[in-house]
């Protein structure tokens, strides 16, 4: 059977075969996808536990223990579902990049187009699933803002988890890392040990701007480590700056904390068309990679045939004509909602 770009099975076999924007948060965190046949997820998530083994007297029966108890939650994830228009004047004209005495024909461009087309609208939807990830890690929710059907009445819902306290804000200005003597070292060997105590894990990835990455640098604290080359300084921290990918710079390796510290210049342009950090300057965030989800509901659409079809899976294209106007559209919708294993796998610093 011959492929046609222009069905949605054939759109999904092009789909897997484009690249990710830059996502280090939903990489690292969130690394594991979760598919559900129904436009619902379940979000299970937990707190660790201390509990000691009771005692019991000689010869006497075992003692109940309550099992670690955990969260769920019936969620339908937020929509995304951005698309984009094709009309004759896209394909009678030379595309971007051809050769000016190109004999490509519109209907060669048109399907080059929408090669193009799917991969920008797939990475919007990566670029929205990183906010969600990074929008978590800050704050421990994030708010979803659409639109009714009006356009006009905005609609929002926020994805929160209320039982996450693990912020450090400071607030004395000897504290705040625009201070040179503030003692960074030491509070984040606080936010490593709070996530261990309470988690059971080591965070073992930090994360802050550069901005945020240079007040470490400079710092006193780190300073006395560093400027006295001994045995005793140089097993706790090495700081090796190196860029490794766009936008990412591995700035060292605290080695008595297991921990990797990372500046992250991700940036996005918002509603009102600027620029933005996934990370604003001033957090730094630590956390345990590799254990946090991305959930994906099903994504139920109208095809060309007149059936409705419901699909399960990361991002779902959709192709239909408006053939009075001369156009043809293209959606790449996706339902996504980062879901962490545990609510105390992360611990975010407010330095200033």
Avoid at 43 to 72: C, E, H, W
Avoid at 123 to 148: H, I, P, S, T
Avoid at 218 to 226: E, G, P
Avoid at 250 to 265: H, K, M, P, T, W
Wanted: one cysteine or more; hydrophobic letters at 35%.
């Amino acid at each position: 059977m011959a492929f046609n770009i222009n069905q949605t099975y054939g759109l999904l076999q092009a789909l897997e075969q484009s690249f990710a924007p830059q996502t280090l948060f939903r990489d690292t965190f969130f690394p594991n996808e979760v598919t559900f046949p129904t436009k619902t997820v379940l979000m299970d998530y937990r707190k660790g536990n201390r509990q000691l083994a009771p005692f019991i007297s000689k010869g006497g029966n075992g003692a109940n223990v309550k099992r670690t108890g955990f969260s769920t939650k019936e969620y339908e994830p937020p929509m995304m579902a951005p698309q984009r228009s094709t009309t004759n004047d896209d394909v009678e004209q030379r595309a971007f990049g051809e050769n000016v005495f190109s004999t490509q024909t519109p209907e060669q461009r048109a399907m080059a187009l929408r090669a193009k087309d799917m991969a920008d609208l797939q990475d919007m939807n990566k670029r929205r699933v990183e906010w969600m990830c990074a929008q978590l890690m800050l704050f421990g929710k994030f708010d979803v803002m659409g639109y009714a059907d009006d356009d006009k009445t905005p609609i929002i819902d926020t994805v929160t988890y209320p039982d996450w306290t693990q912020k450090l804000t400071l607030i004395s200005d000897t504290d705040k890392w625009t201070s040179a003597g503030s003692d960074i070292y030491g509070q984040i060997q606080t936010g490593s040990k709070t996530v261990a105590r309470n988690s059971g894990r080591v965070p073992d990835v930090a994360i802050g701007s550069y901005e945020t990455c240079n007040k470490i640098l400079k710092n006193a604290s780190i300073l006395q480590y560093l400027l006295i080359p001994n045995a005793t300084n140089l097993s706790l921290m090495s700081i090796q700056p190196r860029i490794i990918a766009p936008g990412v710079t591995r700035i060292g390796f605290i080695q008595s904390l297991n921990l990797e510290v990372y500046a992250y210049d991700g940036v996005y342009q918002d509603d009102a068309g600027e620029l933005q950090q996934y990370i604003p300057d001033g957090y730094f965030i630590m956390g345990v990679s590799g254990r946090g989800s991305q959930l994906f509901g099903a994504v139920t659409q109208l095809e060309e045939d007149g059936v409705r079809r419901t699909y399960e899976g990361k991002d779902v294209p959709k192709v239909w004509n408006e053939t009075g106007r001369d156009t043809q559209m293209i959606r790449v919708a996706s339902k996504c909602v980062p879901k962490p294993e545990f609510i105390d796998d992360w611990y975010t610093i407010k330095a200033y």
